[in-house]
Each structure stands twice: as structure tokens, then as C-alpha cells.
């Protein structure tokens, strides 16, 4: 395994490292057996990777991994929560009566700490803030935040966008010119270059450390949904008709040591030096084993890299849902 600075923490992370949310949460989404998902965080820690991404709200996620976890030395690995302070993400009107309480964040935190089995999370972070509520959700939140860290609940703290309402970053954005936050978690993947533009950067000059999350999804992951996209892309002007072959339109990234498109979506995301973690959402052992072996193979070649870049960087937001 790779070992990355997780910006001003000062922790040792590893290049890959488990999610549990996403479309998979350790494969709730799927109906895979909890034992099997046990198997795959137990993978995860025989394959080197430290850090493991939750959310009080991934449904059972947190109490599937405080299950899973059991008897391994809670100094071995990097334990990454979250807290959701909004009531209704898809409520455009922020406002006082749609942030949850100071007393729900102390309770949510103490119900995570609870079912991960632990007196204490490495990293808690504000969970999908939409900007339209940043403002709000820092001046009620980023206090009592500061207090549960003086109670040694967590140790540092972090903040993380929505990928489906934040296609321009503002989120971290102003979190960054903030300088609150310890980690961010950012939205990255070849489809989706622009946090190359300024999240990135930003974040590697105050030394933020950074997880990408959706480096493959579902659109990436899977070839028919990856040609309806580039498909609609192309019908809806966003790219030239002739821009991309119909079928296998990203193939072309699949030369060489680099295996397959999820292949180059790893290698890409890992590629940039701003990067700490890239999180994999899997609940598959397979998958994570060939997402390893990805993440630790040679670089996307610097021509394909900028060829995406030229592709996808103009369409100014967020791809592969
Ligand atoms: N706002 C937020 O804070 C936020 C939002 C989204 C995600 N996250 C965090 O980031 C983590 C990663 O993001 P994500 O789960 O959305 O996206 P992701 O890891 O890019 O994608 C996960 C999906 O890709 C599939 N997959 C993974 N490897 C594959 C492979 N080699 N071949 C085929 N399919 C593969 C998984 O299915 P299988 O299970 O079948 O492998 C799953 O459906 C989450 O788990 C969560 O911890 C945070």
C-alpha cells in the first residue's frame, strides 16, 4: 500500500481507502450479507488501507463496521464519520427552522460513537452541505463542533459536498477560505475534472487533506450507463457528435498496465499530488482487490489525462451518477 499526508492532521492515510455510503453502503443497497461485508472491511485492512468512511446516516453502516471491527487495534486505522446538520437537503430555503439542533449534533455523534464501538472518531465531518445552507450550517455547527473536540470526542474536523447540488465546489469553496476544516471530501473522478481548478490547489496550499469521493460511481462503473451518458452529453451539445465512439466510449483509456475504465478512474484520481485518499464505495471483495491493485499501478499516461480534461472540463458539472 501507499502511504499519503492527510494535509494538516499529520496522519498517514492510505492511498484507497473503504467507504461505506454511496449507492453500495457496504452493500445494504444490494443485499449483501453483513458477513460478507465483514469480509470485505477485513480485506480492506489485509490490503493495507487504514482509512474507513461513515455516516450516521449510511442506515446500519456504522454498526455493521464497530461489528466488523471488533478486536482490531482502534490505533490501526483512521475511523471517518459524519454528521448531517441539514434536515432536508433538497429544501432550496435555508433558513433557522431547516439546520437540526446543537443538542442533535451531540446526540448523533454520541449514537455514532455508540455503534462504531469507540470512545472516539479520528474524523468528523459536516455531511453533504449544500451551499445554499454553508453559511448557516457553520456559524450553528462548526462551534458546538469545536466544544465535542474538547470533550475528545473527535479529533479533527472535517466537511464534505453534495455531488448531485454542488457542481461548482462553492461548498468547499468557502470552506477552504474559512479555514475551519482539517479534511475535505470532494467529488473527482475523469468525468468530473474541475476541482483540478481551484478545490485541489487550495487545499494542497493550507494543507487540507483531502478524500475524493464518486471516483467511479455508477456511471463509470458500469459500461451501459457510461454510453447513455457520453450519449446525452453529446445530444445535449455538451460534447461533439463525434467526440466519443458509441460504444465503449472511454476504451481508449484501456492500454497498457492500466486494465479497464474503473481501472483508469482509480489511477486518475489518485494522480493528482492534492489527493490523500480516494474512497472506494465497494461491498464486493473482488472489486476491491482489483481497485487496489488500480490505485498502486503505474499513472494514467499524461495524454489521456489531458485528453479528459479537454473533454470533460468545459461541461461545468458533476458526472457519473
Ligand atoms: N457527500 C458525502 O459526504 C458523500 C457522498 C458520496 C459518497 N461519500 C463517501 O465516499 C465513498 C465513495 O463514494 P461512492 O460509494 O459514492 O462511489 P464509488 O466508490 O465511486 O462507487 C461505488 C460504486 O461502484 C461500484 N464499484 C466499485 N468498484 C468497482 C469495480 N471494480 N467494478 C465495478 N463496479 C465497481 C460499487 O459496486 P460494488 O459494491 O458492486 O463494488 C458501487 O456501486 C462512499 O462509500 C462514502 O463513504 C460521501
Given at each position: 500500500m501507499e502511504y499519503r499526508r492527510f494535509g494538516r492532521t499529520g496522519l498517514r492515510v492510505s492511498v484507497m481507502g473503504l467507504g461505506?455510503?454511496?449507492?453500495?453502503q457496504l452493500g445494504q443497497g444490494s443485499g449483501v450479507a453483513e458477513a460478507d461485508a465483514a469480509r470485505v472491511v477485513r480485506r480492506a485492512l489485509d490490503l493495507g488501507i487504514n482509512l474507513i468512511d461513515t455516516a450516521a446516516d449510511y442506515r446500519e453502516s456504522e454498526a455493521i463496521l464497530g461489528r466488523a471491527l471488533?478486536?482490531?487495534?482502534?490505533?490501526?486505522y483512521v475511523l471517518c464519520t459524519k454528521f448531517n446538520p441539514v434536515r432536508n437537503r433538497n429544501n432550496q430555503r435555508s433558513g433557522e427552522e431547516g439546520l437540526k439542533t446543537e443538542a442533535e449534533m451531540a446526540e448523533s455523534v454520541e449514537r455514532s460513537l455508540s455503534r462504531l464501538q469507540t470512545d472516539h472518531v479520528d474524523l468528523l465531518q459536516l455531511h453533504g452541505v449544500p451551499p445554499n445552507w454553508y453559511d448557516a450550517v457553520r456559524d450553528r455547527f462548526v462551534p458546538q463542533a469545536q466544544r465535542l473536540q474538547s470533550q475528545g470526542k473527535f479529533r479533527f474536523l472535517g466537511l464534505t459536498e453534495t455531488f448531485a447540488n454542488d457542481d461548482h465546489h462553492e461548498t468547499l469553496t468557502r470552506g477552504l477560505a474559512d479555514d475551519l476544516y482539517d479534511a475535505m471530501m470532494v467529488g473527482y473522478n475523469l468525468l468530473t475534472p474541475?476541482?483540478?481548478?481551484h478545490v485541489l490547489p487550495e487545499a494542497q496550499r493550507r494543507d487540507v487533506g483531502i478524500l475524493v469521493m464518486c471516483a467511479v460511481r455508477r456511471a463509470i462503473a458500469r459500461p451501459e450507463q457510461l454510453e447513455t451518458l457520453i450519449a446525452s452529453l453529446k445530444a445535449g451539445g455538451e460534447l461533439p457528435l463525434d467526440a466519443l465512439p458509441e460504444q465503449g466510449p472511454l476504451d481508449w483509456l484501456v492500454h497498457d498496465a492500466i486494465p479497464s475504465v474503473p481501472a483508469a478512474a482509480y489511477a486518475f484520481a489518485a494522480?493528482?499530488?492534492?489527493?490523500?485518499c480516494v474512497l472506494t464505495g465497494t461491498a464486493n471483495v473482488r472489486h476491491l482487490e482489483d481497485n487496489v491493485a488500480s490505485i498502486l499501478g503505474p499513472p494514467l499516461p499524461e495524454a489521456d489525462r489531458e485528453r479528459l480534461v479537454e473533454l470533460f472540463g468545459p461541461i461545468r458539472r458533476n458526472l457519473g451518477n
Open positions: 461505506s455510503g454511496g449507492p453500495s471488533q478486536g482490531v487495534p482502534r490505533e490501526s474541475m476541482p483540478e481548478e494522480g493528482h499530488p492534492g489527493v490523500s
